[in-house]
């Protein structure tokens, strides 16, 4: 019973490289949370997918960063020309389909990816 | 919008004493509150969670926390600590908005653990 994959769990780029992070949700979840956690700081929000769709973006930097959850396949946040400012921990987190009149009250996290720009 | 403060950013307590983690929220609905762990270099592991049933809700590791409406509050508490306790602790809000349950965090408190 496999919880929430990501990989790889430490990368390190250099300025104007480009990051791809990949996160496995937990077999059977449709719904994917990406948060970003810069040194002590807590995590913040970053986008919600679920199958194929962008639902909630409200987070994302407008430029740069993009993401993606195909209804193949892991999820894929994607950072263009990476500068020193995107290294931080990013983690995904991944929860079921909510039931009617029952909010999802349960996210589970991967061990999150930790992204270096040099 | 919602937000969670958590005053302070160490604690630091002896083996076998109380541990006491504040958390403040702010939520203009009623919110969802959870406290989660994060061991160095891992990801966060769900403590416990509030969601509007008993206001003293009981977690892993003998941790518990007590949903006060009134103080705005979800204070974290164990009644002894263990070494293995030393860690960061997030507090974070959720409201239901649909199937969306993004969390918005606290800045985190990483509690140390004196022999």
Known sequence: ?118 | AQSVTQLGSHVSVSEGALVLLRCNYSSSVPPYLFWYVQYPNQGLQLLLKYTSAATLVKGINGFEAEFKKSETSFHLTKPSAHMSDAAEYFCAVSVFTGANSKLTFGKGITLSVRP
Request: glycine fraction near 8%; hydrophobic fraction near 30%; aromatic fraction near 10%.
């Open chain 1, 1 to 118: 019973n496999a919880g929430v994959m990501q990989n790889p769990r430490h990368l390190v780029r250099r300025r104007g490289q480009e990051a791809r992070l990949r996160c496995s949700p937990v077999k059977g979840h449709s719904h994917v949370y990406w948060y970003r956690q810069l040194p002590e700081e807590g995590l913040k929000f970053m986008v919600y997918l679920q199958k194929e769709n962008i639902i909630d973006e409200s987070g994302m930097p407008k430029e740069r960063f993009s993401a993606e959850f195909p209804k193949e396949g892991p999820s894929i946040l994607r950072i263009q020309q990476v500068v020193r400012g995107d290294s931080a921990a990013y983690f995904c987190a991944s929860s079921p389909e909510p039931g009617q009149r029952r909010p999802n009250t349960e996210a589970f996290f991967g061990q999150g990816t930790r992204l270096t720009v040099v």
